[in-house]
């Protein structure tokens, strides 16, 4: 694969250098701070990851701090409400863990979540994320590309999208006693989507491993896409050759299409995407094409009719 | 019976109870301000806690009618003209929240919002549909419209709660569990007094 290279970023939205490592520096230890008081012992033990692989790409922007990333959540698995998920996922059990990947591919295999921590040397990506409700955050996700694990599973030449499956157990989920949605949760992308550098298979964010609530021990993070693309708990991947229906394609086919690229000409149909609130800032900001991402993904989607496929 | 009919003096006490529990959400969401604890996004929570409590008043506010005619009780009705006038008070809040939090004097994107957003098409007049009631709400505008005008006026609090429980309806992303509650209620409350309007024992009476 071609290495990644970093879009040019304009001269207004770079912070100073000194600034900008002032605030990490700040965030590093507030954040280290926090989850160690947020994490139970036995997540801490598996986790805390040493050494990180030097990123090739980071959002010039100021982070979300960890207490509002982990307290306001969508996990509808936990509730609907934004903080049910806080308050209710410590009853997740991350280990054991494994994840399926299957389907159209030369060598399926169930890799334990302890290999797939292994697999590749694990990057922090700060990425913008854009939930579909308009409001954004930005994250320091701690992963690598999901194409790492795809090819080691060799996709056959029929694989024409990916399937997410997330965990189903209601007794280990308890929203998932109600029917607000299809369970499990599904969401997918086309294989191109998935191969993608920018598309992460995520372990862990703010340093340390993934905290129940953030979708733990393992999800996805599509940048350019609104946050429920973003599947959490994954415990299936399916290779395909049909686009697969998604639970809020199911649940709201006018409202959630496949794609859901960030894109704030096509609205909601309930409410504008123009734009959104940045957590922790008062006045709304315009909403970027792709979510800022458009010179790496723009190509993905060349002729195709965003409002049609949205 | 007693119940049904207190005096001036008990109703004042249950009134004055009464506006101080009313003033009770606006207390914590205040506290939570100042304390920093409305969660990751305050705008949003200020947002939906007013909200909330304006169609809360708003049900409320049309217990009383319904009350009467099923129990004989007599002395919530009593009661009603502060419930409305705090009905307004928190949708008031809640438009506020919107305007200035929420939009920040964003004229533009107001007017867009009401024209495509049809949560907002039907919750805007629902709020606008509030103020003559309010401003109507005193004794000395009673007398200058007169009962019969008066009420007709004031019927307009019907499709201002229809409005209300829809525009709640259509925001939600797509737990419908809370609007249903609401849309219930509202039903029950409506639909006694068709069928009070409907029976023949029901007629003459308000």
């Not at chain 1, 994840?99 to 697999?119: A, N, R, T």
């Not at chain 1, 800032?281 to 790496?296: I, P, Q, V």
């Not at chain 2, 525009?167 to 007094?193: C, M, Q």
Request: aromatic fraction near 12%; include cysteine.
């Amino acid at each position: 694969m071609k290495p990644y290279k970093a879009p040019a970023i304009p001269a207004s939205e770079i912070t100073p250098k000194a600034l900008f490592y002032a605030r990490r520096k700040f965030m590093q230890t507030a954040g280290g701070a926090a989850l160690a008081a947020l994490l139970p012992q036995t997540t801490r033990a598996a986790g805390s990851f040493g050494d990180l692989k030097k990123s090739t790409y980071g959002a010039e922007e100021e982070l979300t701090p960890l207490t509002a990333i982990t307290a306001y959540n969508n996990f509808y698995e936990f509730g609907t409400g934004k903080e049910d998920p806080a308050a209710r996922a410590g009853s997740l059990k991350t280990r054991p863990w494994s994840v399926s990947v299957e389907g159209e591919v030369h060598k399926p295999k169930v890799f334990d979540i302890d290999d797939i921590l292994k697999m590749a040397p694990l990057e922090e990506r700060i990425y913008r994320l854009r939930c579909v409700e308009a409001w954004s955050m930005v994250v320091p996700w701690l992963g690598f590309p999901l194409a790492e694990l795809l090819k080691r599973v060799e996709p056959t030449g029929n694989a024409k999208y990916v399937e997410f499956v997330s965990l189903h157990d209601p007794a280990q989920m308890p929203g998932q006693k109600s029917t607000v949605l299809d369970w499990p949760y599904r969401e997918g992308l086309r294989i191109d989507e998935a191969m993608h550098p920018l598309t992460l298979l995520t372990l862990g964010l703010y340093g340390d491993v993934l905290p129940n609530q953030n979708g733990a021990p393992i999800r996805m993070v599509i940048p350019w896409k609104y946050g429920f693309k973003s599947a959490k708990s994954i415990v299936g991947i399916r290779l395909l050759e049909q686009q697969p229906v998604t639970s809020w394609m199911r649940t709201g086919p006018n409202e959630y299409g496949f794609y859901a690229n960030v894109n704030p000409e096509v609205d909601h149909p309930r409410w504008s995407q123009a734009k959104e609130r940045r957590i922790g800032e008062f006045l709304k900001r315009k909403t970027l094409m792709f979510n800022g991402y458009a010179d790496e993904v723009a190509p993905l989607y060349a002729g195709m009719d965003l409002s049609k496929y949205f | 019976m007693a119940i049904k009919n207190l005096d001036n003096k008990i109703v004042g006490r249950i009134k004055a109870g009464v506006f101080l529990l009313a003033l009770i959400p606006l207390l914590k969401l205040s506290i939570g301000a100042y304390l920093g604890k409305l969660g990751a996004n305050p705008i949003e929570k200020i947002s939906h806690v007013t909200g909330y409590w304006t169609l809360t008043f708003l049900l409320i506010t049309l217990t009383p009618t319904p009350l009467r005619r099923l129990s004989g009780w007599s002395w919530p009705v009593r009661l009603r003209r502060m419930l409305g006038l705090f009905t307004f008070f928190y949708g008031c809040l809640h438009f506020l929240t919107y305007l200035v939090l929420d939009q920040f004097f964003d004229w533009d994107g107001i007017l867009k919002d009401i024209v495509k957003r049809p949560y907002i098409t039907v919750g805007f007049p629902a709020f606008l549909s509030m103020i003559p009631l309010a401003i109507t709400s005193t004794d000395n505008m009673m007398r200058r419209l007169g009962g019969k005008y008066w009420r007709l006026l004031h019927t307009l609090v019907y499709p201002c709660a229809i409005g209300g429980v829809v525009h709640y309806w259509w925001l939600v992303k797509n737990d419908l569990s809370n609007p249903i509650i609401f849309a219930v209620l509202l039903g029950i409350l409506l639909g006694t007094r068709v069928v009070y309007r409907l029976r023949p024992t029901g007629q003459g009476k308000q």
